[in-house]
């Protein structure tokens, strides 16, 4: 059964990470090892938000390769709601308005149904600690929470 997968920024960043460091890279490969099997398995969105976000990568080279890499995957309407929900996520401190990007993300997966958000950004999205207020403020507005999971917690989810 093909899930529902919002693709944010961090994704095809750490597909094509060159830092060192065996962070880094293990990031880079389950990426990496991620993405070849949700391809094929899953139905995989993204949105202008991260298309915008990506632009603005200094490196020419990395900045095609991820554009390239997210080309094919079908883009999530951006409406009049979700700036409405945003606003909300602002109001109850779900998200730094420093980070607005994060909120657009987490707006986008949860307005449109998607049944994960696929994220490295686990400071303001896939964080634990953050998810009974994002549920919270979620079921208020009558949206439904996808799971936040990073592509290591992704793999262990494959069948």
Same mark, same amino acid.
């Given at each position: 059964?093909?899930?529902?997968?919002?693709?944010?920024?961090?994704?095809?960043?750490?597909?094509?990470?060159?830092?060192?460091?065996?962070?880094?890279?293990?990031?880079?490969?389950?990426?990496?090892?991620?993405?070849?099997?949700?391809?094929?398995?899953?139905?995989?969105?993204?949105?202008?938000?991260?298309?915008?976000?990506?632009?603005?990568?200094?490196?020419?080279?990395? *900045?095609?390769?991820?554009?390239? /890499?997210?080309?094919?995957? !079908?883009? =999530?309407?951006?409406?009049? @709601?979700?700036?409405?929900?945003?606003?909300?996520?602002?109001?109850?401190?779900?998200?730094?308005?420093?980070?607005?990007?994060?909120?657009?993300?987490?707006?986008?997966?949860?307005?449109?149904?998607?049944?994960?958000?696929?994220?490295?950004?686990?400071?303001?999205?896939?964080?634990?600690?953050?998810?009974?207020?994002? *549920?919270?403020?979620?079921?208020? /507005?009558?949206?439904?929470? !996808?799971? =936040?999971?990073?592509?290591? @917690?992704?793999?262990?989810?494959?069948?």
């Amino acid at each position: 059964m093909n899930q529902l997968i919002y693709v944010e920024t961090s994704i095809p960043s750490f597909y094509f990470e060159t830092r060192p460091g065996a962070q880094m890279q293990a990031r880079r490969e389950w990426t990496r090892e991620w993405w070849e099997l949700a391809k094929w398995q899953d139905a995989l969105f993204t949105s202008a938000v991260v298309i915008t976000e990506l632009e603005d990568t200094p490196a020419d080279q990395k *900045r095609r390769d991820m554009l390239d /890499l997210i080309e094919p995957l !079908p883009r =999530l309407p951006y409406t009049d @709601e979700i700036d409405a929900i945003v606003e909300v996520y602002f109001k109850h401190r779900i998200m730094p308005l420093e980070s607005g990007g994060d909120a657009h993300h987490l707006a986008l997966a949860s307005f449109h149904r998607c049944d994960m958000l696929a994220t490295w950004n686990c400071k303001h999205i896939a964080n634990p600690s953050k998810l009974p207020h994002i *549920r919270l403020i979620n079921g208020s /507005l009558g949206l439904v929470t !996808p799971q =936040l999971l990073t592509p290591f @917690e992704l793999l262990e989810t494959t069948p």
